[in-house]
């Protein structure tokens, strides 16, 4: 592969189990002077390159034009069936499950997100749901906010100390149990503010709460 002729569009964004993973047409200009194409996923949230899954060389032209002709007459069903047999792969393969920090950052903000509804984005208090459970959701994203200012490698060795060893299996049913251990750790060790101090302080700052959280949630990043 030619790393200086190596092109890479933005196809859109596929919906695969609740998250959106955005798709990239990536063509090259192999040793042979024919051009190449393969497509890349990268699901929400993704640190780095390594995150992202790819499918095989399966267009070849003589031109990259032809290459993209075709990779943009290509429908979402067929798009969305290629990610499916791009994950397939990677599990049949053995590959890397998705990176532990960023796999509890996404769960403890679905997880939030539940709680509160769209809150941050409401206008007016009527639309603002009940304060317990606004609550909960500030705790849990205290959580995540700590877990995303961890160096990923060193998340991974806490994980391991507090499960004494065990290891998180993405495709076991007790994951959650597991995850909801090591929340549960994290959370104690938090100086986080009882409830009763938390009300007030929200009470006198609501606009600030609305935009942390529609930082963290909406805008895709820290506050």
């Known amino acids: 592969m030619d790393l200086d002729r190596v092109r890479r569009r933005s196809v859109g964004f596929l919906e695969k189990e609740g998250e959106d993973w955005a798709c990239y047409l990536v063509t090259f200009k192999g040793e042979d002077h024919r051009w190449r194409g393969f497509f890349s996923f990268r699901p929400p949230d993704a640190e780095d390159g390594e995150d992202e899954i790819r499918t095989a060389d399966i267009f070849l032209e ?30 049949r393969a053995g590959g890397t499950p998705p990176r532990l920090r960023r796999w509890f950052r996404t769960m403890l903000q679905k997880n939030s997100r539940e ?8 206008d007016g208090e009527a639309e603002l749901p009940d304060l317990r459970s606004l609550y909960s959701s ?6 995540a906010h700590f877990i995303t200012l961890v160096d990923p490698d060193d998340f991974q060795d806490a994980v391991d100390r507090i499960l004494d060893g065990r290891s998180i299996d993405f495709g076991a049913q007790d994951r959650l149990q597991f995850a909801m251990m090591v929340v549960e750790y994290i ?35 820290l506050p």
């Open 62 to 91: 003589a031109s990259e034009a032809e290459i993209d002709r075709k990779a943009r007459g290509l429908g979402r069903p067929l798009l969305a069936g290629l990610l499916s047999s791009a994950l397939h792969s990677r599990e």
């Open 138 to 143: 500030y705790r849990l994203d205290q959580v």
């Open 187 to 221: 959370e104690e060790l938090l100086p986080l503010p009882p409830y009763e101090v938390w009300v007030e302080d929200y009470l006198s700052r609501r606009s600030e709460y609305r935009l942390y959280a529609h930082t963290l949630h909406r805008a895709g990043r």
């Open 115 to 122: 709680l509160t509804g769209e809150w941050e984005d409401a």
